[in-house]
């Protein structure tokens, strides 16, 4: 079947959690938080295989300068399929006439990111207040 992308905010609570777990983020644990956070979210871009949620990529922007890619998550039993790389380049064309788009990249996937055009920094480091273990 052919994955699906769609522009959509108003995500199921079970469909979240479904896609957190499955890459073992702690934020899963929370899917009433993911709701109400999808929907305060600027960009929300998913993929669906059917009616099942398979990868998502949300970002929040200033506006005109600056957008922040806060997550881009596809279930393990879809990787290899490009869906990551679809998403990313969905929110790059959104934001094709901002100055900068940034993510904050887990070291096992700056590969992944530097492929997508995403170059690391030489001089920032980025830092957490946080209570989520993943």
């Known amino acids: 079947m ?5 522009d959509i905010h108003d995500l199921k609570r079970e469909d979240l959690e479904e896609l957190f777990l499955s890459v073992e983020w702690s934020s899963g644990h929370f899917p009433d938080k993911l709701v109400v956070a ?3 979210f600027h960009t929300v871009y998913s993929a669906w295989d059917g ?14 300068m600056n957008a922040y890619v806060h ?15 679809t998403l990313v380049a969905k929110v790059k064309e959104h934001y094709k006439d901002y100055l900068r788009i940034a993510v904050i990249a887990y ?9 997508c055009g995403f170059v690391k920094s030489k001089d920032a ?10």
């Open 71 to 85: 997550y881009l998550l596809v279930n393990p039993a879809y990787h290899g399929q490009t869906i990551g790389r």
């Open 51 to 64: 009616d099942k949620l398979v990868g998502m990529i949300c970002a929040m922007d200033d506006g005109i």
């Open 125 to 134: 480091s980025p830092m957490f207040i946080t209570s989520l273990w993943t």
């Open 107 to 115: 070291d096992d996937e700056l590969h992944f990111y530097s492929d």
């Open 38 to 40: 999808m929907k305060n």
């Open 2 to 6: 052919a994955i699906l992308y769609k």
